[in-house]
């Protein structure tokens, strides 16, 4: 048996949602303990930051560290279709905040805001399994296991999950619902890279469409090493049946696109190949009594924006802004607060998946076209800056993109 403890808030997940939370609320003198599964370092995908996570990292008190790390500074991404590219540079956005962000090797920047929460004073808990969870604000209880099968206990006066694909609580919740997005597939690796310089831009993200299914796409994120992640994303349909294959299907598929080929012509894939499939999902609601949803367990896109690791951050942010006024008994709106400010982001960001995989959106990307002001505020866009309301394609996301498809297919 674990021995028991109590504290104030207790945190379902330590990777960034998580990570930051603590930090945050330590820095508002609150206790926490942080309930985190699996062992860190550990390899995750999602490494490809938006600038916008830069001030999020900054209030939590981790830039400093992440500067430190050596990370593949990132500028900008780069879209390739039938060797046509479209280059959308961060210093070109028309929000305020920082203009770059980086790729970085998850296993190492999630490691880094672990660390920082621990060193800001938060009790971190790895092999910790959550099995059962009460949500009372006041007396709330979470029940988990370690590794060698011991159970123990954390009494708390909110849960905040930020256990991502976990989804811990929307499932012990019953609040779990499917993605409105159709469901896709992914399929991805590392690989020792052996890019010659004039090929690719390693600060840039590289963002391929499929020469002949445009809702097939293929990511190409460099870090400072010489290694690149690289993956493909689209219908399970046109995917799973590469999966199967492993190794050697990835490879086949990367090798359909023949400028992505020739970028990797020298790269050797000595990794291993990972797939997550159906991987978008939903919630109900993203709070209740006691408790609050953050990241990817509450709703998860798609990757091709890099919208992940920003939106589970900010989310965190949000939260504990409000959660600080309801542990200090002061008056507090969480719906105002949190939840409003949270979908405003996500479907934003929904509005360009959405219309990335329908092509509208990439016939914006590669229109000839080229209005600087609309360049700008779609360029704050990817730059992750969905909180913008300066930005009328934040206030009016989906009138204005419609608008802006018409204008470029016509």
Known sequence: MIANRTTDVVVIGAGPAGAIAACLLRQQGHQVVVLEKSTFPRFVIGESLLPQCLQT????GCLEAV??????????????????????????????????????????????????????????????????AKNQFNDCL???????????????????????????????????????????ASFFTHVDDGILPEDHQRDATLITTHPKHRNVWYWLISFASGRSSVGVVGPPELIEPYQGEGMAGLKKIIHEDPELAHI?????????????????????????????VLGNAGEFLDPIFSSGVTVAMKSAHLATTVLDKQLNNEPHD???????????????????????????????????????????????ILAGYAWDTDNPYVLNPEDRLQTLIEICQQ
């Open 142 to 184: 979470v029940a988990y296991t370690d590794a060698d099968g011991n159970s123990g206990e954390v009494r708390a006066k909110f849960i905040l999950d930020a256990s991502g694909y976990g989804r811990v609580l929307p499932r012990l919740l019953d609040i779990d619902q499917p993605s409105s997005l159709e469901p896709k």
């Open 57 to 60: 990292l900054k209030a939590a």
């Open 264 to 292: 990797l012509r020298h790269a050797e894939f000595d990794s291993q190949a990972h797939q997550i499939n159906a991987y978008s999902g939903n919630v109900t609601q993203f709070c209740g009594d006691g408790y609050a």
């Open 334 to 380: 969480w719906e105002q607060g949190f939840v409003e400010p949270l979908k405003m982001g996500i479907e934003t960001f929904k509005t360009f998946v959405t219309h990335w995989y329908s092509g509208g959106f990439q016939d914006v990307i590669y229109s000839p076209a080229s209005n600087q002001n609309v360049k700008a505020k779609i360029a704050s």
């Open 67 to 132: 500067n430190a790390a050596g990370f593949q500074r990132k500028v900008g991404a780069n879209f390739q279709h039938r060797g046509h590219y479209e280059q959308i540079n961060f210093a070109d956005k028309f929000a305020a905040g920082p203009s770059h962000a980086f790729h970085v090797l998850r296993s190492e920047f999630d490691d880094i805001l672990a660390q920082c929460a621990v060193q800001a004073g938060a009790t971190v808990e790895f092999n910790a399994t959550v099995t059962a």
